[in-house]
């Protein structure tokens, strides 16, 4: 079992910046692949970011690539996602979520992640 909790969503104006992060316990941190989703009212869950377990390979979706920076800390049991440059299009729920199977690095569909934090909302307004 994992737990993760979320924090740090807020409502921001296109070109500003947040940080979000993700406090997870249950398992040792070091050995979970992690990723960030996010979803926008009436649309499917959609693939922000990905991390391996050492935190040493990361993968973006197009959308965000260059803007956003996925990191975990795991002495601190934390993933972090930092958003600059932010847009309208950016605005949704956002998860953190676990991948427990043997990976190099958790993929971009949502159905392959095992656990998901509550969500935390972002706002970026025009």
């Known amino acids: 079992q994992v737990q993760l909790v979320e924090s740090g969503g807020g409502s921001v104006q296109a070109g500003g910046s947040l940080s979000l992060s993700c406090a997870a316990s249950?398992?040792?941190?070091?050995?979970?692949?992690m990723a960030w989703f996010r979803q926008a009212p009436g649309k499917e869950r959609d693939f922000v970011a990905s991390?391996?377990?050492?935190?040493?390979?990361?993968v973006y979706a197009d959308s965000v690539k260059g803007r956003f920076t996925i990191s975990k800390n795991n002495a601190q049991n934390t993933l972090y996602l930092q958003m600059t440059s932010l847009k309208p299009e950016d605005t949704a729920v956002y998860y953190c979520?676990?991948?427990?199977?043997?990976?190099?690095?958790?993929?971009?569909?949502?159905?392959?992640?095992?656990?998901w934090g509550q969500g935390t909302q972002v706002t970026v307004s025009s």
């Open positions: 249950g398992r040792t941190f070091n050995t979970l692949n």
């Open positions: 979520a676990v991948d427990l199977a043997l990976r190099s690095i958790g993929t971009a569909r949502w159905g392959d992640y095992d656990y």
């Open positions: 991390i391996s377990r050492s935190g040493r390979s990361t």
